[in-house]
Nanobody, 126 residues
């Protein structure tokens, strides 16, 4: 089954930077829109950054100006560049395919909007 795999997390000092990556286990052009979420201990999962099918990125107010989502369409890899990290950014970060291209060849990706990967832990210490 096709999966999304996040990587790039780790411990970082406040003020530092990390770049997260999200790659599908199969290359394709089926991932029409994607997003990054995070879940901090004891809190609900929240949307950090998302793109529309037109490629416009939107960000949570808490990360605007510090985080940038981008995509390498040739590789099908999603990135989240996180700068000026704060301790409150500590969380498990997940990527998610929020919209799948509607065509036969993309049926094997159809489950992705309903599933979560393992995520990658980001820990920001002061």
């Amino acid at each position: 089954q096709v999966q999304l795999v996040e990587s790039g997390g780790g411990p970082v000092q406040a003020g530092g930077s990390l770049r997260l990556s999200c790659a599908a286990s199969e290359d394709s052009d089926c991932l029409r829109a994607m997003a990054w979420y995070r879940q901090a201990p004891g809190k609900e999962r929240e949307l950090v950054a998302g793109s529309t099918s037109g490629g416009i990125a939107q960000y949570a107010d808490s990360v605007k100006g510090r985080f940038t989502m981008s995509r390498d369409n040739a590789k099908g890899t999603l990135y989240l560049q996180m700068n000026k990290l704060k301790p409150e950014d500590t969380a498990v970060y997940y990527c998610k395919a929020t919209e799948i291209t509607q065509k036969f060849d993309c049926l094997r990706f159809a489950h992705l909007p309903r599933s979560w990967g393992q995520g990658t832990q980001v820990t920001v210490f002061s």
